[in-house]
């Protein structure tokens, strides 16, 4: 199997940043020029949907393709919240109507117009069930309704009885502010255009969007709502993983020039295991999804079960999303 370095060439063109670390999750920002030929994000509107199962985003630019990030959430009132299956690439100046994506509210009905939504990303452990390519194709709104419900379940926070509501817990209020301080622990670097993320140590997700403009936009909706509300799932069920790789024990007497020393070490010794951590992803299989002009998304399979979407442009990668 070739790893993801082989299979993906232009993460060795990529920097590290500072590395991030609060609690256990650590962040590994990846800097570098941009990708491609993309729409800004402020071209890409979420537009409306036409019937439940069914999203659509309007591309404003004139000359360049847009991006719509893996696994896009909508939510509003008085509608039915929907999420993207995967990614998606809507062509210059156009519409496109993704017909295959998911109802997260299992009783609730009425449709989106574009106006007045809250956006977010999918949780890492809905997003691996679409990994199913025949799950993901499918036309069936309900398709995720049984996952969420077990996702959901476990929350002590959340009451949500049978209902398969994604909104019981991204509007609970002591999970609504813990999602909040991840965005504002993690922000973007200088030149940001990715990162590694883990948990404990563990990767459990690679990120890599076609700019820093890019990046800026739509990182807190991964870093809260991806990734943030996986973590507190899995704390909250006793499934975070344990690692040698985390932050070591602090003394409560330590000296600011001890604590220096400890935080540098530990950022180091992170440093140092990127590319081992990059280069054990194993490349499983790659499905093409769809075709757009120039551009070509791909569904990844990687060993161990993890997964996720890469769009190139002219034959180069202008974006990548797993979930490991």
């Not at 909508?74 to 496109?96: E, I, T």
């Not at 950022?267 to 551009?295: C, F, H, T, Y």
Request: net charge negative; hydrophobic share 40%; glycine share 10%.
């Amino acid at each position: 199997m070739a790893s993801l370095l082989e299979t993906l060439g232009f993460i060795k063109t990529l920097g590290v940043g500072e590395v991030q670390s609060d609690d256990e999750m650590t962040v590994i920002p990846l800097v570098g020029e941009s990708l491609g030929n993309i729409a800004s994000p402020e071209a890409m509107k979420f537009k409306r949907t036409t019937s439940y199962g069914s999203m659509q985003y309007n591309n404003t630019d004139k000359h360049y393709p847009g991006i719509v990030p893996a696994n896009m959430m909508v939510r509003g009132k008085d509608a039915q919240d929907h999420a993207m299956s995967g990614s998606g690439v809507v062509l210059a100046a156009s519409d496109k109507l993704f017909k295959n994506a998911c109802c997260v509210e299992s009783s609730q009905g009425g449709y989106f117009s574009g106006q007045n939504v809250t956006e977010d990303i999918l949780p890492v452990g809905l997003r691996k069930v679409l990994l199913d390519k025949n799950l993901r194709q499918r036309t069936s709104y309900d398709k995720l309704w049984g996952s969420i419900r077990t996702w959901l379940s476990g929350l002590r926070k959340v009451n949500s009885g049978t209902r398969a509501h994604l909104r019981d817990f991204f509007d609970e209020p002591n999970y609504k502010e813990a999602l909040e301080n991840f965005a504002a622990a993690f922000e973007p670097v200088d030149g940001q255009i990715g990162a590694l993320i883990l948990f404990n140590g563990i990767p459990v997700g690679l990120e890599i969007m076609p700019s820093a403009e890019h990046w800026a936009a739509y990182w807190k909706w991964l870093i809260r709502g991806c990734y943030g509300s996986q973590l507190i799932k899995l704390k909250e069920s006793g499934e975070l993983p344990r690692s040698t790789m985390i932050l070591p024990e602090i003394p409560e007497d330590v000296s600011p020039e001890q604590l220096k020393v400890i935080m540098t070490q530990f950022i180091d010794n992170i440093k140092m295991s990127i590319a081992p951590l990059l280069e054990s992803i194993q490349v499983a299989s790659q499905d093409r999804i769809d075709s757009s002009g120039q551009m070509i998304t791909e569904l990844i399979r990687t060993e161990g079960g993890g997964g996720g979407d890469v769009i190139t442009q002219n034959s180069k990668p202008v974006y990548l999303s797993l979930v490991l």
